[in-house]
């Protein structure tokens, strides 16, 4: 059964974490698309490119099954599975999770870069608020100019947020519907004389 709403952070934060002599720094950010998630490695790295590591988690959409973590040169397992560990425990999606390491000098063995970044990872997302998303999807809604006063009834009443919208010889309307409230919404449009509803992939 598909989620109706899921967890992910309201905005980016960031966090800190120090071993002998190494410093991890790490940064959550709020993430809906893999090209979001290149965007803020590269930036980053551009950032912090005197770093020896770039290690990285991420998760993506409702189903919790779009998920990646990179080493990025540490000892496998080390660093990537860590940072994601923290994103797991704290049931959240959508959400991109950079820790950057200085070396110190000192090797940390796995044991300890395993705690270096998961401690690195929660600290960034302990310091984010967290907030609760409806899952959402796009409907295009086809009509005439005389069913528009009732298409926009609809529209009003439950609040829906308007993604596109055009109005040339017939109207043609994207809206946002969540899944819990959309089987209903859409049965109430098709009865406008002249609406087509179609879901959009």
Known sequence: ?????????????????????????SFAFPVSSEERIKQHLEQLRKQYHGARHHCYAWRLGPELDRFRS??????????G????????SKQLTDT????????????LGVGGLITAYRSAAADALNNAP???????????????????NQVMKIVKEHDLAMVDQQFDLECSLTVSLWIKTEKQVVSNLRRIEGCKVELLE
């Open 1 to 25: 059964m598909m989620k109706d709403t899921f967890r992910t952070i309201q905005k980016p934060s960031e966090g800190t974490f120090r071993d002998r002599g190494s410093r991890f720094l």
């Open 70 to 79: 990179n080493d990025d040169g540490e000892p496998a397992g080390s660093a």
């Open 81 to 88: 599975n860590p940072i994601l560990g923290q994103i797991r």
């Open 96 to 107: 991109l999770v950079v820790v950057v390491r200085y070396f110190g000098g000192t090797l």
């Open 130 to 148: 967290i907030k609760e998303k409806k899952v959402l999807r796009n409907w295009k809604l086809e009509f005439g100019y005389p069913g528009m």
